[in-house]
């Protein structure tokens, strides 16, 4: 398992722009990675994840809204998301497994990441 710390969340206001990052303790050429987001009251749920190779992939409801990348040289992932709304609030958790592949976008995609950080909270206000 590796270690991961996210940061970078906070309180904005709709049209805003937030990039969160995951510090992992491994290197993340190393490892598919994800962002997970957990609404109030909600499941958690795969939001965009990346392959150790740098090949991302996005759920359909946030494609062209977040931009996933990795910086190589310091071992942290990033959650770009532009244009914030208010169904973007949730507790943001990154996600690491064993694997540099990634599995193809499916229900089941939390399953497949044994390592998990803590999350942060971004809270959107319209």
């Known amino acids: 398992e590796v270690d991961l710390v996210e940061s970078g969340g906070g309180s904005v206001q709709a049209g805003g722009n937030l990039t969160l990052s995951c510090q992992a303790s491994g290197l993340i050429s190393l490892l598919c990675m994800g962002w997970f987001r957990q609404a109030p009251g909600k499941e958690r749920e795969a939001v965009a994840t990346m392959t150790g190779s740098g090949i991302p992939q996005y759920d359909d409801s946030v494609r062209g809204h977040v931009s996933i990348f990795k910086d190589y040289t310091k071992n942290i992932l990033y959650l770009r998301i532009n244009s914030l709304k208010p169904e973007d609030t949730g507790l943001y958790h990154c996600?690491?497994?064993?694997?540099?592949?990634?599995?193809?976008?499916?229900?089941?995609?939390?399953?497949?990441?044994?390592?998990w950080g803590q999350g942060t909270q971004v809270t959107v206000s319209s």
């Open positions: 996600a690491a497994a064993q694997y540099r592949t990634c599995p193809s976008w499916s229900v089941n995609l939390r399953s497949y990441f044994d390592s």
